[in-house]
Structures are given as structure tokens and as C-alpha cells.
Antibody, heavy 124, light 108 residues
Framework: QVQLVQSGAEVKKPGASVKVSCKAS????????IHWVRQAPGQRLEWMGWINADNGNTKYSQKFKGRFTITRDTSANTAYMELSSLNYEDTAVYYCATSGYCGSGNCYHPIDYWGQGTLVTVSS | EIVLTQSPGTLSLSPGERATLSCRASQSVSSNYLAWYQQKPGLAPRLLIYGASSRATGIPDRFSGSGSGTDFTLTISRLEPEDFAVYYC?????????FGQGTKVEIK
């Protein structure tokens, strides 16, 4: 069965960076795309971007371009997201999730399997 | 970007009743690329419906989706105790993918 296991909760100071991992199992890692979605307290879910696990192609939401990076390590079946220049509004639960393989442009597959979420708290 | 507005914000119903949830888009959703998710407290969302009306693997047939263009509906024909949760719609036909603000289905 598909499983996505994320790294543990983080507490960061404003201006710092955070890196969250997402280890996949139960499927062929390089055949699918991994997305990152966040949910701030009391807010709606917010899509941040995706990465094709085979070739590393990425697509980001304009909102996060410049301070958000998704990478992957195919030897470890693991994807990573890094968010820099953190501010208080970045406090949220960050989820990784899979979808069918996305092409180089738009991606017309629904997000299906989700990780358990990682709470990132930005606090001075 | 496409803004999704869900209504009502909260639905208070009893087990066995029918639930009808609405999702309205600010512009037409390409090829009905509209999904519905269920989320329970402290858990990740769970895919229920994709392509506006196709049930995801393992989803009971009491869940159904309909609609096209800018107006979409999720119907739960008879509420079971485990169905009380928050439901989100999401469009994936244009980038960025966007979510609605959610409808909470609570026990009356």
C-alpha cells in the first residue's frame, strides 16, 4: 500500500529556513509526482508545488517562487521541501502527497495519497 | 487564479440524513477537473471524488459528485457516523491548484 512518511515537527525563528522530508513506499517512486500542500491554522488548504520524481522537473505556485524548493533523492525514495525566509504566516501543517505523473506543463491528475503532515511553527 | 467558494460553511444533520454540499468556482473549471476531499481532525485529507463525479478507490457509493463548469455538488445520500468531518473541493484544471474553504458536516 502507498505510504508517505514525513519528518517530525519543527520550530523555527523568523528569517530561518526549514526542510521537511517525505519518504515514499509501496509504489514505484519515479512513476509518480509528489506535491506539497500546506494548511495554516483555521485556513484553507494551499497548494505549493510539485516535482516529477523521475526527472526532477518542478512547478511552483507563484506565491512561493523564490523561497520554496522541492527536491528528491531517487536512491532513497524521498522528496524534500525547503522553505526559506520564514515568517509567522508560514506556521502551518505541511503535507506531501502523490498524484499521477505530471507532464512538463499543467498536471491533470488529482492528488490521491497524502503523508501524515509536518507541523512547522515559526516563533521568536 | 480560480477561487472556489463552498456553501454552507457548516451543515448540522443527523445520521441517516442526506447531505448536499456546494462548490462554486469564480471561472469555469477546465474539463471538470474538480475533486472532493474529506478531512477529520488531526488527519490528512482523503480523496473522495475526482473528475467531478468519479469515486476514488474504496469510497462507498453513498458519496456522489455532480456538476460542471462553475457549479459542483457533493452528495452524501445517508450520513454514517464516520462521515462527520470537513469537506473540501479542489480544482486541478489550472495552475495554481486551489481549494475551497471547506464545509463542516456536524452532528445535529
Amino acid at each position: 500500500q502507498v505510504q508517505l512518511v514525513q519528518s517530525g515537527a519543527e520550530v523555527k525563528k523568523p528569517g530561518a529556513s526549514v526542510k521537511v522530508s517525505c519518504k515514499a513506499s509501496g509504489y514505484t517512486f519515479t512513476s509518480y509526482t509528489i506535491h506539497w500542500v500546506r494548511q495554516a491554522p483555521g485556513q484553507r488548504l494551499e497548494w505549493m508545488g510539485w516535482i516529477n520524481a523521475d526527472n526532477g522537473n518542478t512547478k511552483y505556485s507563484q506565491k512561493f517562487k523564490g523561497r520554496f524548493t522541492i527536491t528528491r533523492d531517487t536512491s532513497a525514495n524521498t522528496a524534500y521541501m525547503e522553505l526559506s525566509s520564514l515568517n509567522y504566516e508560514d506556521t502551518a501543517v505541511y503535507y506531501c502527497a502523490t498524484s499521477g505523473y505530471c507532464g512538463s506543463g499543467n498536471c491533470y491528475h488529482p492528488i490521491d495519497y497524502w503523508g501524515q503532515g509536518t507541523l512547522v511553527t515559526v516563533s521568536s | 487564479e480560480i477561487v472556489l467558494t463552498q456553501s454552507p460553511g457548516t451543515l448540522s444533520l443527523s445520521p441517516g440524513e442526506r447531505a448536499t454540499l456546494s462548490c462554486r468556482a469564480s471561472q469555469s473549471v477546465s474539463s471538470n477537473y474538480l475533486a472532493w476531499y474529506q478531512q477529520k481532525p488531526g488527519l490528512a485529507p482523503r480523496l473522495l471524488i475526482y473528475g467531478a463525479s468519479s469515486r476514488a478507490t474504496g469510497i462507498p457509493d453513498r458519496f456522489s459528485g455532480s456538476g460542471s463548469g462553475t457549479d459542483f455538488t457533493l452528495t452524501i445520500s445517508r450520513l454514517e457516523p464516520e462521515d462527520f468531518a470537513v469537506y473540501y473541493c479542489q480544482q486541478y484544471g489550472s495552475s495554481p491548484r486551489t481549494f475551497g474553504q471547506g464545509t463542516k458536516v456536524e452532528i445535529k
